[in-house]
């Protein structure tokens, strides 16, 4: 039976500690020969760029870029209006596209909560897209939604649901076991703009934990969309 909203408040999620966290957003290209070279689209989201509202950063010389993000305008992007919440993180684990990944869904908490029940075999659902985080370093703490899988691997189910004690199975990106957005490098007080930080923890949070904050401005709720049609509205 699935958990009313009531028993959801308070239900622990075990905390990953000390993992490695690199930086990506909407609109970088930073591989365009690989297949996930390209952050225009995501795993869960053909048409991230647009339904996001366009480059998450600045543009130069026809390039989308980083910036730095501060607390005086909630650590939103200075240049653009995004449409789309701009605290977003991407976990290793793609729960529609990979196919030892879509095997393990059932290993997902939220699997039969109301909302989620009954999409097991559903190849045009995620469980993953759109779930919150929270993310602690050196005495920050922010949140972000999922919006997308990696870095690198793509069925690290032990890792991301496991005992908390498992790290990520990938080594690359200095071992990273997550990427996120600038608002969150700006949030949690990066010591790198555009690069890998060492000592940040993150565990899932239901959404009625979620306190307010600058993440909650704008609350991306699109789901799985990889159809040829166009943008719909958030």
């Known amino acids: 039976m699935g958990l009313s909203a009531k028993n959801l408040r308070g239900r622990k999620y075990l905390w990953h500690l000390c993992l490695v966290a690199t930086t990506f957003w909407v609109g970088e290209i930073y591989d365009p020969a690989a297949a996930d070279g390209s952050q225009v689209i995501s795993a869960y989201d053909g048409w991230w760029y647009e339904r996001f509202g366009g480059c998450d950063g600045v543009i130069e010389d026809g390039v989308c870029q980083t910036e730095p993000r501060t607390a005086e305008n909630g650590f939103f992007p200075t240049s653009m ?7 977003y ?3 290793p684990f793609d729960d529609v596209n990979n196919d030892a990944a879509f095997a393990q869904r059932g290993r997902i908490p939220w699997a039969d909560d109301p909302g989620y029940a009954g999409n097991l075999e559903n190849r045009e659902f995620s469980y993953m897209k759109n779930r919150w985080v929270q993310l602690q370093y050196k005495g920050s703490t922010c949140y972000a ?5 990696g870095p690198a691997e793509y069925d690290d189910v032990d890792y991301v649901f ?4 498992t790290g990520p199975k990938s080594t690359r990106f200095n071992g990273a076991g997550m990427d996120v957005s600038p ?7 990066f ?4 690069g890998t930080q060492t000592g940040v923890s993150w565990r899932f949070v239901d959404d009625v934990d979620v306190p307010d904050g ?3 401005t704008i609350v991306t709720g699109s789901g799985y969309d990889w159809s040829s049609g166009g943008p719909a509205a958030k």
Do not use: H, R
């Open 145 to 149: 939604q999922i919006q997308d899988a």
């Open 162 to 165: 496991g005992d908390g004690n």
């Open 214 to 216: 600058p993440w909650k």
């Open 191 to 194: 010591t790198e703009l555009n």
């Open 89 to 91: 993180l991407d976990l």
């Open 183 to 189: 608002a969150v490098v700006g949030c949690l007080g």
């Open 81 to 87: 209006t995004p449409k789309q919440n701009p605290f």
